[in-house]
């Protein structure tokens, strides 16, 4: 069957068998927080009523029940139900928040309108506070139990991708990596595959265009990614299509993808759609606010922990003896030099442990070098980190110095961590989009450390990240990174390793297909470049 004319039939057989139990799988979870939001928000009205905090506060039956509706509908609206729902515990409760308030003041405009009643906007706050508790708590045991169930593939959807290039592979490397979509990749539909020498393949190809419904029907697939592919948009357009006439969901990764920002807007020239994608605000004016604000809580911060810094120090200088600060020239916003402090965690020098190191990562992304050979546990293996430098890198104390760069104005509180001056000058030229990265200033914290991206993570992870933070920017988003960070710090894993020493890396995550049996799970390779490639893990240089 030629490529232009392919005939999707549907044959009796393919999905019979699967259908029902692939409606239940890509609904669950949808309907489950659904429900769980309803349930919940009953129950608020129902302790509203019951502790109405104060004489006059309790809502009527039908007030209620407009009000539970209204608060539903918001988060229907703001995509809290869609058909794939990324279990992300900080935006689910600022969309829980939003969605309170909004149905409040609706309902207190339309309540004043229809009856006038003085009491009205004091019920509604009972019953909005009591909504907003509830439903955040409920989306807190349920968000945690989903997850559990995606890592383990209790309830991981099935997914296909369709094209084994180099984006379709890193998609396949992401969902293996990252569990909070709930896809399961399956394998690769793709008449001619690329050949990538230098990424071994990490999912099979299970057939080509032609094969999609016995690969539906056989994987129980419940939903497919549309990759890049050298089929033309024509084909792919009928493989789209021919996927919504089996029930299998799709998603699209576009082209420029890098430029696809969370805030873009469509226009429309009849069926033509034209997104517009507004440039970085790296140098707006609140980005200017950012800054000065910044200054602000550095002073108020250094002025406060100025005991706690003390009382650092001096632990510092009586248990080696040597200096208490270390001191490093990096590179911030739009290349220029600054000196970085730290509080000193490690012994020997920057000079001989620390900006050599360039040499070395370089030659891993050429594949010279690969965790757990010789020369890279040599490398490795020269522990260098104090016994209480471990536990300031533990607890993050060992950043608390750069608060200084801040007031300076050299950093910021959050943006991309500053690089070494040989890791800049080696890495600019060679690794894409490096330099996008100085368009900001350096952060204490930011997006890729807070996601597991910091020392013997993927290069171009992090600076994937990081330009996704600066495309990206908002205040919330400032605000979420300062949570999670808090979080980070709370689970003790803000050192990359335990005390600069070899440490195996976790294992890989044991898979099991549709139709098989516990026992015949097999972990899959991982390629170079993938967040968990190395075998090994160990800090960065001071």
Same mark, same amino acid.
């Given at each position: 069957?030629?490529?232009? @004319?392919?005939?999707?039939?549907?044959?009796?057989? /393919?999905?019979?068998?699967?259908?029902?139990?692939?409606?239940?799988?890509?609904?669950?979870?949808?309907?489950?927080?659904?429900?769980?939001?309803?349930?919940?928000?009953?129950?608020?009205?129902?302790?509203?009523?019951?502790?109405?905090?104060?004489?006059?506060?309790?809502?009527?039956?039908?007030?209620?029940?407009?009000?539970?509706?209204?608060?539903?509908?918001?988060?229907?609206?703001?995509?809290?139900?869609?058909?794939? !729902?990324?279990?992300?515990?900080?935006?689910?409760?600022?969309?829980?928040?939003?969605?309170?308030?909004?149905?409040?003041?609706?309902?207190?405009?339309?309540?004043?309108?229809?009856?006038?009643?003085?009491?009205?906007?004091?019920?509604?706050?009972?019953?909005?506070?009591?909504?907003?508790?509830?439903?955040?708590?409920? *989306?807190?045991?349920?968000?945690?139990?989903?997850?559990?169930?995606?890592?383990?593939?209790?309830?991981?959807?099935?997914? #296909?991708?369709?094209?084994? @290039?180099?984006?379709?592979?890193?998609?396949?490397?992401?969902?293996?990596?990252?569990?909070?979509?709930?896809?399961?990749?399956?394998?690769?539909?793709?008449?001619?595959?690329?050949?990538?020498?230098?990424?071994?393949?990490?999912?099979?190809? #299970?057939? @080509?265009?032609?094969?999609?419904?016995?690969?539906?029907?056989? $994987?129980?697939?419940?939903?497919?990614?549309?990759?890049?592919?050298?089929?033309?948009?024509?084909?792919?357009?009928?493989?789209?299509?021919?996927?919504?006439?089996?029930?299998?969901?799709?998603?699209?990764? !576009?082209?420029? $993808?890098?430029?696809?920002?969370?805030?873009?807007?469509?226009?429309?020239?009849?069926?033509?759609?034209?997104?517009?994608?507004?440039?970085?605000? /790296?140098? /707006?004016?609140?980005?200017? #606010?950012?800054?000065?604000?910044?200054?602000?809580?550095?002073?108020?911060?250094?002025?406060?922990?100025?005991?706690?810094?003390?009382?650092?120090?001096?632990?510092?200088?009586?248990?080696?003896?040597?200096?208490?600060?270390?001191?490093?020239? *990096?590179?911030?916003?739009?290349?220029? $030099?600054?000196?970085?402090?730290?509080?000193?965690?490690?012994?020997?020098? !920057?000079?001989?442990?620390?900006?050599?190191?360039?040499?070395?990562?370089?030659?891993?992304?050429?594949?010279?070098?690969?965790?757990?050979?010789?020369?890279?546990?040599?490398?490795? @293996?020269?522990?260098?980190?104090?016994?209480?430098?471990?536990?300031? *890198?533990?607890?993050?104390?060992?950043?608390?110095?750069?608060?200084?760069?801040?007031?300076?104005?050299?950093?910021?509180?959050?943006?991309?961590?500053?690089?070494?001056?040989?890791?800049?000058?080696?890495?600019?030229?060679?690794?894409?989009?490096?330099?996008?990265?100085?368009?900001?200033? /350096?952060?204490?914290?930011?997006?890729?450390?807070?996601?597991?991206?910091?020392?013997?993570?993927?290069?171009?992870?992090?600076?994937?990240?990081?330009?996704?933070?600066?495309?990206?920017?908002?205040?919330?988003?400032? #605000?979420?990174?300062?949570?999670?960070?808090?979080?980070?710090?709370?689970?003790?894993?803000?050192?990359?390793?335990?005390?600069?020493?070899?440490?195996?890396?976790?294992?890989?995550?044991?898979?099991?297909?549709?139709?098989?049996?516990?026992?015949?799970?097999?972990?899959?390779?991982?390629?170079?470049?993938?967040?968990?490639?190395?075998?090994?893990?160990?800090?960065?240089?001071?």
């Amino acid at each position: 069957m030629t490529a232009e @004319g392919a005939d999707y039939r549907r044959p009796a057989s /393919s999905t019979q068998a699967s259908d029902a139990s692939r409606s239940v799988v890509s609904r669950w979870p949808i309907s489950s927080f659904m429900a769980t939001d309803v349930a919940v928000a009953v129950a608020a009205y129902v302790a509203s009523r019951v502790a109405p905090l104060g004489p006059d506060a309790n809502t009527s039956l039908g007030w209620g029940i407009a009000f539970i509706a209204g608060v539903v509908s918001v988060l229907a609206a703001r995509g809290a139900y869609s058909r794939l !729902p990324r279990i992300d515990l900080l935006d689910d409760l600022r969309s829980v928040i939003t969605a309170v308030l909004l149905a409040a003041v609706t309902l207190i405009s339309a309540r004043v309108l229809v009856t006038g009643d003085a009491e009205v906007a004091r019920q509604m706050l009972v019953l909005s506070m009591y909504t907003a508790l509830f439903v955040a708590v409920g *989306r807190i045991f349920l968000a945690a139990g989903v997850r559990r169930a995606y890592r383990r593939h209790r309830i991981a959807r099935p997914t #296909l991708i369709f094209g084994a @290039g180099r984006v379709g592979s890193l998609t396949a490397r992401r969902l293996l990596a990252d569990h909070r979509l709930g896809l399961d990749p399956v394998g690769f539909l793709d008449d001619a595959p690329l050949e990538l020498p230098e990424q071994p393949a990490v999912l099979p190809v #299970l057939g @080509g265009r032609t094969d999609l419904d016995r690969v539906v029907a056989e $994987h129980g697939i419940v939903h497919m990614i549309v990759a890049y592919s050298r089929d033309s948009d024509q084909l792919m357009l009928s493989v789209v299509r021919r996927c919504w006439e089996l029930g299998v969901s799709v998603s699209l990764v !576009p082209r420029l $993808h890098e430029l696809q920002r969370d805030r873009a807007t469509v226009a429309r020239l009849g069926g033509l759609p034209l997104i517009s994608v507004a440039s970085p605000p /790296s140098s /707006s004016l609140a980005i200017s #606010l950012k800054y000065g604000l910044d200054r602000v809580i550095a002073a108020c911060l250094l002025t406060a922990i100025a005991p706690l810094m003390t009382a650092t120090a001096l632990a510092i200088k009586v248990s080696t003896g040597g200096p208490v600060f270390f001191r490093q020239p *990096r590179v911030g916003r739009d290349g220029r $030099h600054f000196t970085m402090w730290k509080f000193r965690t490690m012994t020997g020098t !920057p000079e001989s442990q620390g900006q050599a190191n360039a040499e070395w990562v370089e030659a891993v992304m050429r594949g010279e070098l690969h965790a757990g050979s010789g020369d890279v546990a040599m490398r490795l @293996g020269d522990d260098r980190t104090t016994a209480l430098g471990y536990w300031l *890198r533990r607890l993050g104390l060992d950043e608390l110095p750069q608060l200084w760069n801040v007031l300076r104005g050299e950093m910021s509180l959050i943006g991309p961590r500053p690089e070494q001056v040989a890791y800049v000058e080696k890495f600019q030229h060679g690794v894409y989009r490096y330099r996008d990265r100085q368009r900001v200033k /350096s952060g204490i914290t930011g997006w890729a450390q807070v996601n597991g991206l910091r020392g013997d993570t993927s290069l171009e992870d992090r600076v994937e990240w990081d330009n996704y933070y600066i495309e990206n920017w908002s205040p919330w988003l400032d #605000l979420k990174i300062l949570l999670m960070t808090v979080a980070v710090l709370w689970r003790g894993q803000v050192a990359a390793g335990r005390r600069g020493r070899l440490q195996p890396a976790p294992p890989l995550p044991a898979r099991r297909r549709p139709g098989k049996a516990a026992d015949d799970r097999a972990p899959l390779p991982w390629g170079r470049g993938d967040v968990s490639r190395m075998q090994a893990r160990w800090h960065e240089p001071a």
